[in-house]
């Protein structure tokens, strides 16, 4: 659909945060503008105020329902070894399918700690897995 994915590109987590960016420079220079003249229209100066207002809080809350998915993974090989450590001679906690949507927590050298749904956390092949940008 056409129609969601220009919404999906122009509600990424960074449009979004530089929505908030953009709309606290507006907050500011407005602020600032009607303070320093005084011949400044109160009527426009509260009304670019409730807007930028508004923006920063659709975006923050935009921004709110993106976060627990930003560093979201999936398995790309079969049967991927989850260890204890970063280093193939580590103990094994569990194996993943292909497929699986795990967490990426952090990376160390060629590996990637991931974490599962279930709050597993184990080691993994950096190349056995991928971010998503959502």
């Not at 998915?69 to 970063?86: K, M, Q, S, W, Y």
């Amino acid at each position: 659909n056409p129609f969601r994915e220009k919404v999906a590109r122009v509600s990424s987590f960074d449009t979004l945060a530089w929505a908030i960016v953009w709309a606290a420079v507006l907050l500011f220079a407005v602020v600032v503008t009607s303070r320093l003249l005084p011949a400044f229209p109160r009527g426009l100066a509260r009304g670019v105020v409730s807007m930028a207002v508004l923006g920063v809080g659709v975006a923050g809350a935009g921004i709110a329902v993106q976060w627990p998915d930003r560093n979201r993974a999936v398995v790309l090989e079969t049967n991927v070894t989850g260890h204890i450590a970063p280093a193939d001679a580590a103990g094994v906690l569990f194996n993943l399918p292909e497929g699986e949507t795990v967490r990426a927590v952090k990376s160390h050298n060629s590996y990637t700690l991931i974490r599962l749904r279930d709050g597993r956390s184990g080691w993994v092949k950096s190349s056995a897995v991928e971010r998503v940008c959502l």
